[in-house]
């Protein structure tokens, strides 16, 4: 199983990024995937999750970020419009298996078992 994230980067306030990941080695189509963050200093929670073409977002993202899923190139995107300092942090894809994720646990990163290396995303004022 891979996972390889792109599209980090540093933008000022109010700015716009697309991070993308591409999946190879296991039934994409039916896996639940997900971006999750780190920011520095701090764990890693979860931002946007999408499975069965259903998505839940973190409350301070909502709105603002999009996640997307496109099984014929295997890759997950999120799209991240008004970027603030507190958006900063790396930035990982992560995949669970087909139905594993429990109800409501979509945005705990303890359900997902295959991650990315991470992007940076780096917003300044």
């Known amino acids: 199983v891979k996972l390889v994230e792109s599209g980090g980067g540093s933008v000022q306030v109010d700015g716009s990024l697309r991070l993308s990941c591409v999946a190879s080695g296991f039934p994409f189509s039916t896996n639940c995937m997900g971006w999750f963050r780190q920011p520095p200093g701090k764990g890693r929670e979860g931002v946007a999750t999408i499975d069965d073409g259903t998505t839940t977002y973190l409350a301070s993202v909502k709105g603002r970020f999009t996640i997307s899923k496109d099984n014929t190139k295997n890759t997950v995107s999120l799209q991240m419009n008004n970027l603030q300092p507190e958006d900063t942090g790396m930035y990982y894809c992560?995949?669970?298996?087909?139905?594993?994720?429990?109800?409501?646990?979509?945005?705990?990163?303890?359900?997902?078992?295959?991650w990315g290396q991470g992007t940076q995303v780096t917003v300044s004022s």
């Open positions: 992560a995949a669970a298996p087909p139905w594993s994720v429990l109800p409501n646990r979509f945005l705990d990163k303890t359900q997902y078992i295959w």
